[in-house]
């Protein structure tokens, strides 16, 4: 077990990889959701003010 951790002693340059990867989908996920939640919310004001002219 400790082999693999060791990664044949690229350890560091692998499991930084993986941490930089997971950091950055992390990120990915957090602004996709955003990004949804700023849409959702403006449909959701248009067409408030849609029904409101009507």
Request: include cysteine; aromatic fraction near 16%.
């Amino acid at each position: 077990m400790l082999e693999f951790f060791n990664m044949g002693g690229y350890a560091f340059y692998v499991w930084t990889s993986y941490a930089c990867a997971l950091v950055l989908l992390g990120g990915i996920v957090l602004w996709s959701a955003r990004s949804y939640r700023s849409v959702r919310i403006s449909a959701i004001r248009r067409a408030q003010q849609h029904r409101r002219k009507k």
